[in-house]
């Protein structure tokens, strides 16, 4: 009966790589949907900055700037949760933003297709899509070549034969 233990094993890891994938895209629906969610509040934060600085206009009314800091404040913390949430959109993805043009490029590319700027090496993150992670590191030779200039002034040298 091997050959239907084998079989079952097959499954098994079709199963397991089915899942897998299926809860990666569960998990970018679900930031997707934090992602809209943080920009609605954000819409609605501007609203009311907009009405505050109207009734302030009606009443003849200065606007101070700490009025305003609570509201602002709301939209610097939703603006960061959006960030993360795309961040690890593309993690999950497998894919990293371009640092100069912000286009969706391969993670371990080292230029931009798009607009062609050198990637900064990638920070090792908390990486728990990957339990096997393939070691293609390419070791970068950077511009380091030593010049070893020996210039030695031999003068004065006096042969008399
Ligand atoms: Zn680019």
Do not use: W
Not at 15 to 31: C, D, M, P
Not at 62 to 73: H, T
């Amino acid at each position: 009966m091997e050959i239907f233990e084998k079989i079952g094993d097959a499954a098994s890891k079709t199963y397991k790589f089915t899942a897998e994938k299926t809860s990666k895209i569960a998990r970018e629906t679900k930031l997707k949907m934090q992602i809209n969610e943080s920009k609605r509040k954000i819409e609605d934060i501007y609203k009311e900055i907009g009405e505050a600085v109207y009734e302030k206009s009606v009443l003849d009314e200065e606007i101070k700037k700490e009025d305003l800091k609570q509201k602002c404040d709301e939209i610097d913390e939703l603006s960061d949760k959006i960030v993360k949430c795309k961040n690890e959109i593309l993690t999950l993805k497998e894919k990293r933003q371009c640092t100069n043009c912000y286009e969706e490029i391969e993670l371990n590319a080292h230029y931009c297709p798009n607009c062609g700027f050198r990637q900064p090496e990638i920070e090792k993150e908390e990486c728990n899509c990957n339990e096997e992670s393939k070691e293609n590191e390419e070791q970068n030779e950077a511009d380091e070549q030593q010049e070893d200039v020996n210039t030695e002034d031999e003068e004065g040298n006096n042969n008399d034969e």
